[in-house]
């Protein structure tokens, strides 16, 4: 039994004055495997207090001396990799190839950031004018379950390229995780209040980040409900804010495609981390001559898929992270059948012979319209609606009737007309016969989906703000 209840503020790991106590469980298996502590809003005014004090010296640093704080970053974190993927698996049951990547993620991501910030121009000449680029000042690093490390530490490589003190506030329901990456993280001996991290609520800890004058910035990865509250908040005291949102994304399998090659990807889309992943394709509209086929391929690869334990390196999907995940996926199987959509394969309840942990059976259901609930909302398991089409207007039009637009997939077996039908779509990225995207291009939603970009020269200049210095 692990018991956590300290935050890291000022370089060291502090106790927390919070009082509120929360399980960690184990979706695998339903076991209490520890307890947190979760900060409040008086730690949450200490670690901002922190970040402010540190900030006006790192805003005077140099490129040279930031790039050498993120390769300290890249080196203490690639030294806790396996830790990494170990508790991701034990804590929220990434699947063992998801959490494999996400390890190896953290420190590839401070990696890139170095090199985009050696050959980025922080100064500039336009027109009579000098620009130069300059932190924006303390930012909120706000973060979700489903993607603690990777997420913490894009963001964290962001700030620090862009000279930027930081608070983190990860998700209250990854303790583990956050106490592995925070003492990676303080293993590369940055100077104290560089970065804070700590755990809390929304209400009071991520209020507090989203109202406090001394905050100049958000950065925030989660729902577009709590983006909304956030972009409110924070407009008070006109903190700039990123906001990377909800997906439900499409998979336009055009009719040209390569089924077979094809459907294993789409699957790996929709499926990707059981589910729970902003940029799963949980659309897959196919043409309506060809559906057969397609369900045929779906129904073949779903059940040649292993559910089961989130360790084992054969596994496809784990469990869900919490019980309250669990109820979710529950209701929106229920509602599709309601809705009166066909069950392909997978349904309700636990698949057989799971008595204990959030399994849920991989589910896809076909005759779905767009205008049914398990198309318009996010549902963030593994469930699939498969959409029928008649010519590839309406396949464009369908993925874009959406409120949401975060990513978009294109098989075809023609680059030129995969090209076109991209160009036409509502999303910030889009993947064509692939389902991974390249980490040094901007990453982000159109529409709901989001405002700003994150990643390589964009996620940096998401922390920088343009100076113009213009003499007589
Ligand atoms: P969430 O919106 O419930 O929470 C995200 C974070 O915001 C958590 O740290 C939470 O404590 C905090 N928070 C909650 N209320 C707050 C408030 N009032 N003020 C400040 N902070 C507050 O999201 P979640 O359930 O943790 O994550 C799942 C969602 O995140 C999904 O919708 C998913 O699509 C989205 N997501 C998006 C991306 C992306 O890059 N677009 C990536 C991962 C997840």
Redesign the pocket.
């Known amino acids: 039994m692990r018991s956590f209840n300290h935050a890291y503020i000022d370089g060291e790991f502090v106790p927390v004055q919070g009082g509120e106590v929360v399980q960690i469980i184990n979706p695998a298996n339903e076991k209490i495997i520890g307890t947190a502590t979760l900060a409040n809003r008086q730690d949450a005014k200490r670690a901002i207090a922190a970040a402010f004090r540190a900030q006006s010296a790192l805003g005077r640093t140099t490129k040279t001396e930031r790039i050498d704080m993120l390769k300290r970053l890249q080196s203490a974190v690639l030294a806790r990799t396996d830790e990494i993927r170990d508790v991701t698996i034990e804590e929220y049951g990434g699947p063992f190839s998801r959490a494999k990547w996400v390890s190896q993620y953290v420190s590839q991501c401070f990696a890139n950031t170095a090199e985009v910030l050696e050959r980025y121009d922080l100064t500039r000449r336009i027109g009579t004018a000098d620009v130069v680029m300059e932190p924006v000042g303390v930012a909120a690093l ?6 603690v490390a990777g ?1 913490m530490c894009s963001k964290l490589a962001s700030a620090i390229a862009a000279g930027c003190a930081s608070v983190i ?5 990854s303790p583990l995780q956050t106490q592995v990456v925070a003492e990676a993280l303080h293993e590369a001996g940055l100077p104290a209040g560089i970065f804070n991290i700590l755990l ?4 009071d ?3 507090e ?2 109202t406090n004058p001394d905050v100049a910035k958000i950065s ?8 909304k ?2 972009a409110r ?1 924070g407009v008070e005291t006109m903190k700039r804010v990123s906001l ?4 439900k994304s499409a998979s336009l399998l055009l009719d040209d495609a390569d089924f077979p090659s094809a459907i294993p990807l789409v699957l790996g889309a929709a499926f990707l981390n059981n589910g ?4 799963a394709g949980t659309r897959l509209l196919v043409p309506r001559a060809r559906q057969a086929e397609a369900i045929d391929l779906v129904r073949e690869n779903v059940a040649a898929m292993r559910v089961g334990d989130p360790g084992d390196p054969a596994t496809t999907i784990g469990p869900l992270a919490t019980q309250a995940q669990y109820e979710r996926i529950q209701r929106f199987i229920h509602l599709g059948l309601e809705e009166g959509a066909t069950l392909v394969t997978g349904g309700k309840g636990h698949p057989q012979g799971f008595d204990a942990g959030y399994f849920v059976k991989p589910t896809v259901f076909s005759g779905v319209r767009n205008d049914m609930t398990i198309a318009r909302e ?1 549902i ?1 398991g593994p469930v699939l609606s498969i959409i029928a089409y008649e010519d590839e207007d309406e396949a464009i039009h369908i993925a874009n009737e959406s409120i949401y637009g ?1 990513h978009a997939y294109v098989f075809s077996s023609q680059s030129d007309r995969a090209r076109r039908v991209a160009s036409r779509l509502e999303a910030g990225t889009v993947l064509i016969n692939r389902v991974s995207t390249d980490l040094l291009a901007p ?3 159109v529409k709901q ?2 405002i700003g970009r ?1 990643n390589g020269v964009f996620g940096l200049e998401a922390f920088l703000e343009a100076k113009a210095i213009v003499t007589a």
């Open positions: 706000i973060v979700p379950w489903n993607s997420t506030k990860p998700s209250e329901f809390g609520r929304g209400g800890v991520g209020d980040l989203s925030f990865t989660g729902s577009t409900q709590t983006g509250i956030i908040a990377a949102l909800t997906g729970q992943a902003c940029v996010e963030f975060l990453f982000g939603g989906s989001g994150e």
